[in-house]
């Protein structure tokens, strides 16, 4: 649970405008926001996205990745795709912009594949594809409260930097990927801190690197590299770590990181606190990874760091309780449940504890789905949520949160906003609809509920 601060003081009543009424808001820009807030807008809601930070792409664009993953499965015939729709849209607009590369596939981990891409031109193409979908956004907006109506969302409280402002939906997605908007709402969420916690990363770049000089050695080299460093003194907190090459140049993206408190235990990203000084030790790692490299590691000599993620990439927090919950079970033994809306092949990615990932690929080839249920928390009848925050145990959602898999949630999410809002059965906003009609749409709009 977050910090409890002894001392209290009364706020005093406040008379609050209201800046908006749309169908549908969506809150964080992230790969589920984006989806979430293009499919609900195609679908006619009028549809409103708040991100806090000044510009869009959540995880993608503000910590950066080495590369969009999960979008396929791995097997004896290569890779085939589990996500399409609005995933294939994200992809033609990033070729467009000439930010995207092709596949690279993992020759250690089955499964594990990412599609490099450049985060900076991201942001722009973000930008334009929710200009092209008639979505309205705001950034630089905080998730300060919600007034509840009943089982319902009323009013969505936010500080902006005119102050505190009001906003109206009928129909919530909290693609925030900390549950911001069910917590607030009282809806059943489990704390990062309460059980096992993935620790975090502070992803970074390093140039001008000799490609050619690092390619040389293996990622056993590598690894071997930095536990020698770490016999030395360095005190390096992973020693199996991932190097990509970026787009061009001499550029590469490191995920080397890992994030703990001092004890070495998992810290609790909903405490600000403990967030702050993650956020400090995060840096500090870096610029220990960028010693031992220019020391010990053939190609990075002459490289030092080039960027920082302007956020630590937190991999999990709060997830809900949903009308259903993705299980370890249901991930390793590849369940395909009846009301999926989505599908993912990556493997479980727990970064726990320890100088190593642990990884647990799916039987080749195979892969799961996603149930509807797991968008959906209980207790409140207009929200939705979409990306890692779904309602999953913690091994399931090491393999559920990767980028491809929330962008599918998140298209679902915002195809069920939009039904809601002419609900067949049931009021008007309620978003436990016709499951079936729901998969009906996402696969006459491309999506993959079905991977051949």
Not at 113 to 127: M, S
Not at 256 to 275: I, K, S
Not at 280 to 300: D, L
Not at 354 to 378: A, F, K, N, Q
């Amino acid at each position: 649970m977050p910090t409890e601060f002894p001392v209290t003081i009364a706020e005093p009543a406040r008379a609050t405008p209201v800046m908006a009424r749309p169908d549908v808001l969506v809150v964080g820009a992230g790969a589920a926001g984006l989806a979430a807030a293009a499919a609900a807008a195609r679908a006619g809601a009028s549809t409103l996205m708040i991100e806090r930070q000044g510009f869009l792409g959540g995880t993608l664009s503000a910590v950066t990745l080495g590369g969009l993953c999960g979008a396929y499965r791995h097997g004896s015939e290569g890779l085939r795709p589990v996500v399409g729709g609005l995933w294939d849209e994200l992809k033609s607009r990033l070729q467009a912009r000439d930010a995207l590369g092709p596949p690279r596939v993992s020759a250690t981990v089955r499964g594990v594949h990412g599609l490099p891409y450049d985060p900076e031109r991201l942001k722009l193409v973000a930008d334009e594809w929710m200009t092209a979908a008639g979505v309205d956004v705001i950034t630089g907006v905080v998730l300060a409260d919600v007034q509840m109506s009943g089982p319902d969302v009323a009013a969505v409280l936010v500080q902006t930097r005119a102050g505190r402002r009001a906003i109206v939906p009928r129909v919530v997605i909290d693609a925030s990927g900390d549950a911001e908007a069910v917590a607030l709402a009282g809806g059943a969420v489990s704390y990062a801190g309460e059980g096992a916690v993935q620790s975090p990363s502070a992803m970074f770049r390093m140039a001008p690197v000799d490609r050619a000089a690092f390619g040389a050695i293996s990622r056993h080299d590598l690894t071997r590299l930095l536990e020698n460093a770490n016999a030395d003194g360095a005190a390096l907190p992973r020693t199996t770590v991932a190097v990509f090459p970026y787009l061009a140049g001499s550029e590469m993206h490191l995920n080397a990181t890992r994030v703990t408190r001092a004890d070495g235990g998992g810290f609790n990203p909903m405490d600000p606190l403990e967030c702050a000084a993650a956020e400090r030790e995060g840096r500090q790692q870096v610029y220990a990874y960028e010693k031992v490299f220019r020391q010990r590691v053939p190609g990075f000599q002459r490289a030092r760091v080039t960027a920082i993620g302007a956020a630590l990439g937190i991999r999990e927090s709060r997830r809900i309780h949903g009308d259903a919950e993705l299980t370890e079970q249901a991930v390793m033994q590849c369940d395909k449940p009846h009301d999926r809306i989505a599908c993912c092949a990556w493997p479980v990615e727990d970064h726990v504890a320890g100088r190593e990932t642990v990884w647990r690929p799916l039987p080749p080839g195979d892969w799961y789905g996603i149930s509807y249920g797991c968008l959906l928390p209980r207790g409140l009848r207009n929200v939705i949520v979409a990306g890692r925050c779904l309602s999953a145990s913690h091994i399931a959602q090491a393999s559920a949160r990767i980028s491809a898999a929330c962008l599918a949630m998140g298209e679902a999410a915002g195809v069920a906003a939009a039904m809601a809002l002419t609900h067949q059965s049931g009021e008007q906003g309620d978003v436990r609809v016709n499951v079936t009609q729901l998969q009906d749409t996402l696969r006459a709009h491309g999506a993959i509920l079905d991977p051949q």
